[in-house]
Every structure is written in C-alpha cells, then in structure tokens.
C-alpha cells in the first residue's frame, strides 16, 4: 500500500507564512500528479494546488501569488510554501497523490491516496 504523511501546519497570524510537507512511501511504482486540498467547518473540500511530475502547477484563484507548491521526485515528496497568509485560509490541508503500484510483475494499478490532514490555523 501507500501512505502519504503530512508535516508543517499550525498556528500563525495573518501575513505569517507557513510551510507544509508530504511525503509518500510504500509500494510505489511513479506518481504522477501531487497536490493539497483543503478543507474549512462546514465547506466542502477544494483544490489548493497540484503538481504534475514533469513540474506543472496549477493553484486555486484565492492562493494565486501566495502559495507556491513543489515536489522533490527523488523524494516522493511534495511541499506548500504558504506566504500573506489569511483568516480565510483556516482549514485542514489534505496532500493527494495519483500513484501507480506495481502489485504483480506484470500488473500495476493506479489509484488517489490521500493523506490524515494537518491543520491551519491563521489568527487575525
């Protein structure tokens, strides 16, 4: 199986910054796209940002020229760099990652894995 681990989040004041890790580990084969969602009380979950692994990015409008997500393939790991950050930006973060398994020599499987969440808090 898979596992992704997050590390960085907690408490900050508004304009602080933050930054959040995620590592995966396991029976990995490659992982192609990688990224963080978030989650506020009582909102759905949303994208925040992905990454492919040939280094495209994509954000959500409101991170836009704050945040700026990256990956360290030889690590399996991806990471958010969250700089101004806002009130509003207080949710759970959850690393996703599209991985393909070798499960048998001649079978591989791909699947979404999702991470436990580490929580942001940003104070006004």
Do not use: H
């Amino acid at each position: 199986q898979v596992q992704l681990v997050e590390s960085g989040g907690g408490l900050v004041q508004a304009g602080g910054s933050l930054r959040l890790s995620c590592a995966a580990s396991g029976s990995i084969f490659s992982i192609n796209r990688m990224g963080w969602y978030r989650q506020a009380p009582g909102k759905q979950r949303e994208l925040v940002a992905v990454i492919t692994s040939g280094g495209s990015t994509n954000y959500a409008d409101s991170v836009k020229g704050r945040f700026t997500i990256s990956r360290d393939n030889a690590k399996n790991t991806v990471y958010l760099q969250m700089n101004s950050l806002k009130p509003e930006d207080t949710a759970v973060y959850y690393c996703n990652a599209y991985v393909t398994r070798l499960v048998t020599d001649t079978k591989i499987s791909a699947d979404d894995y999702w991470g436990q969440g580490t929580q942001v808090t940003v104070s006004s």
